[in-house]
T-cell receptor, first 114, second 108 residues
Framework: DTGVSQDPRHKITKRGQNVTFRCDPI?????LYWYRQTLGQGPEFLTY????????KSRLLSDRFSAERPKGSFSTLEIQRTEQGDSAMYLC????????????FGPGTRLLVL | LAKTTQPISMDSYEGQEVNITCSHN???????ITWYQQFPSQGPRFIIQ???TKVTNEVASLFIPADRKSSTLSLPRVSLSDTAVYYC?????????FGQGTELSVKP
């Protein structure tokens, strides 16, 4: 297994458009996390799944954001009606349930909203 | 809520030992102390985790005093490639809470 992968690596979009990002976790990991990171700040938790169940969603996540993990494997994060403030790096991570503090991060998707 | 505090930046030279201290006065009894490293344009990477006393792995050592109100990440003989941001984390209900981190710059 080559680790966590994310697609696309970069996305430029115009304000008001919808975007979708994909994350493929390490295959034996049942937990999957989404974070957002802006310049000069640490990653900010958005949501996480255990298998296909979304267990927690940050209050910072507006209703324009939705995440799914339909078969407990890959996950998608969709942002509807993008705003310039959504410009950030979106990071995905995965872990086992036991020892979840050790999370393996993907390279991220850098989003720029014009 | 438990909060971690660490210096925003540190400078060092190649070959030196670097110690980054983090304070976490209100850490919960059952929480572990976890450190991550992040290089520019990459996702964070787990470095080390401990509960108390001292933990050592191939990358770093982690020193935690008995009161657990602080921890010190020790990087032996740093090289230019250790230039990165280092995060001291608190764990909250199944998720990691990152602070601003310490930006370590290693100079030749």
């Amino acid at each position: 297994d080559t680790g966590v992968s994310q697609d696309p690596r970069h996305k430029i979009t115009k304000r008001g458009q919808n975007v979708t990002f994909r994350c493929d976790p390490i295959s034996e990991h049942n937990r999957l996390y989404w974070y957002r990171q802006t310049l000069g700040q640490g990653p900010e938790f958005l949501t996480y799944f255990q298998n296909e169940a979304q267990l927690e969603k940050s209050r910072l996540l507006s209703d324009r954001f939705s995440a799914e993990r339909p078969k407990g494997s890959f996950s998608t994060l969709e942002i509807q009606r993008t705003e310039q403030g959504d410009s950030a790096m979106y990071l995905c991570a995965s872990s086992a349930s036991e020892g979840w503090e050790t999370q393996y991060f993907g390279p991220g998707t850098r989003l720029l909203v014009l | 809520l438990a909060k971690t505090t660490q210096p925003i930046s540190m400078d060092s030279y190649e070959g030196q030992e670097v110690n980054i201290t983090c304070s976490h006065n209100n850490i919960a009894t059952n929480d572990y102390i976890t450190w991550y490293q992040q290089f520019p344009s990459q996702g964070p990477r787990f470095i080390i985790q401990g509960y108390k006393t001292k933990v050592t792995n191939e990358v770093a050592s982690l020193f935690i005093p008995a009161d657990r109100k602080s921890s010190t990440l020790s990087l032996p003989r740093v090289s230019l490639s250790d230039t990165a941001v280092y995060y001291c984390l608190r764990n909250q209900g199944g998720k990691l809470i990152f602070g601003q981190g310490t930006e370590l710059s290693v100079k030749p």
